[in-house]
Nanobody, 127 residues
Framework: QVQLVESGGGVVQAGDSLRLSCTVS????????MAWFRQAPGKEREFVARISATSTTYYGDSVKGRFTISREDAKNTVYLQMNSLKHEDTAAYYCAARSPTSSRRDGYTRAENYDYWGQGTQVTVSS
């Protein structure tokens, strides 16, 4: 069983930085691709960033150039460094993992293509 636990959320001001962490329990973390999604009230879950097992990264257009995803396999942890935060970044942020043997469809920007999810951490950016 794979479990994901996010941390690092909080209340910050526009222009500030914040780093989210997602620690994964269970085996074979290094073989999983990892992603961050976010969901604001009344909106659909939005792709933020993804990092493959070989550390290739992809970003949503709204965060490109401001956010950085990284992973530290020795600690079973994936990070999301968020810089130059804006009010519109306010959302619950979720960590997701996709197994290399997943039977789900390909397509890393779609939430339904991930196998495991964390409980979320709230990020609030005041303007």
């Amino acid at each position: 069983q794979v479990q994901l636990v996010e941390s690092g959320g909080g209340v910050v001001q526009a222009g500030d930085s914040l780093r989210l962490s997602c620690t994964v329990s269970g085996r074979a973390f290094s073989t999983h691709s990892m992603a961050w999604f976010r969901q604001a009230p009344g909106k659909e879950r939005e792709f933020v960033a993804r990092i493959s097992a070989t550390s290739t990264t992809y970003y949503g257009d709204s965060v490109k150039g401001r956010f950085t995803i990284s992973r530290e396999d020795a600690k079973n942890t994936v990070y999301l460094q968020m810089n130059s935060l804006k009010h519109e970044d306010t959302a619950a942020y979720y960590c997701a993992a996709r197994s290399p043997t997943s039977s789900r469809r390909d397509g890393y920007t779609r939430a339904e293509n991930y196998d495991y999810w964390g409980q979320g951490t709230q990020v609030t950016v005041s303007s």
